[in-house]
């Protein structure tokens, strides 16, 4: 199994323990409500609430966004390093051509899904470029192998 990937980022985690913190601030906010008697206070209460709701969507909104642009950069680097890997193990191994295995075993279809089960079959047939790969040949272990190896030597360090 690869070791290599896309883990949980330290920014999804301040995320998800920020919106939490927020998430527990309104709360109290609102039982302290229901122990107002006043008018005016409630209504001071209840507009407290409404501003933190909104600030809590909008930053919420804009904290995602930032989250997006991280985890595409991450899978940026990570197809870099996995095209790096395919490159050297093709050099050392004398590969000329490296192909990737796209083929699957069987269609699969949602059916939950609002697409119809035949466009979705049509999709992933339109998708696939390779129908057949001879077992014997495929050296996607090998390349797992190198790049976990490389993972390992990277989180040693010097």
Not at 68 to 88: C, D, S
Not at 139 to 151: G, K
């Amino acid at each position: 199994m690869p070791q290599f990937g896309l883990s949980r980022s330290c920014l999804e985690a301040d995320i998800l323990a920020e919106r939490e913190t927020r998430d527990a601030e309104i709360k109290q906010i609102e039982e302290a409500l229901q122990d107002v008697v006043g008018a005016t206070r409630r209504e001071e209460l209840n507009d407290q609430i409404t501003l933190a709701k909104l600030e809590l969507q909008f930053w919420y909104q804009e904290s995602t966004a930032e989250l997006e642009v991280e985890k595409a950069l991450r899978l940026q680097h990570l197809y870099r390093t996995i095209k790096k890997a395919v490159a050297e193990l093709a050099q050392a191994e004398g590969y000329k051509l490296v192909i990737l295995d796209d083929s699957i075993e069987e269609l699969k279809f949602d059916r939950d899904s609002r697409i119809p089960p035949q466009v979705q079959g049509l999709q992933q047939i339109m998708n696939h470029k390779l129908l057949y790969l001879f077992p014997a040949i495929d050296v996607t272990d090998d390349l797992i192998t190198r790049m976990n190896n490389e993972f390992r030597a990277a989180q040693a360090g010097p």
